[in-house]
């Protein structure tokens, strides 16, 4: 069952950098923080290294790649409880791909691995039926254009005792 609601949700963040651009576009720091109130927790983000960002902060392809990743996984748990799939273990190793030749350069494809542990005998077609619910239920998949492809496996857990 779906919450029907009329609500509009709204978003912020601030992103705050500071430095010189004046030395030309390899000289620069990429490094900046992102913050999204009322959340107290800051991000210290650069860009991608390829675009000479720092490698040991995350950058805003890792972050729509782990917002997508992350919606699906909510949005899975919250379809198998409503039809009352007792998961135990959802892991994810996603993947983003990003070509510089398709114009204009963006994130092109995200594919979603995740490694789904369940209690009790839930037939493979059913779990596949509820990943698809849950694909067509997540807010970012639903926000962005880059193709997405869900690639699950199931692990049967033994019922508790």
Known sequence: MSRATSAVHHYRVSSSWSGSTGAGYDAYSRAHTTVSPPAGASLEMSADPAFLGDPTLLNPEQLLLAAAASCQL??????????????????????AEMPEAVRPVRITRITL??????????????????????????????SVASEIVIEPTFVRVAPAT
Do not use: K, M, Q
């Open 74 to 95: 909510l949005s899975f748990l919250a379809v198998a409880a409503r039809a009352r799939v007792d998961v135990v273990e959802y892991h994810d190793d996603a993947e």
């Open 113 to 142: 691995r995740p490694r789904i542990s369940v209690r009790g005998d839930v037939a493979g077609t059913r779990l596949r039926h509820l990943v698809e619910v849950a694909h067509r239920e997540c807010y970012i998949a639903n």
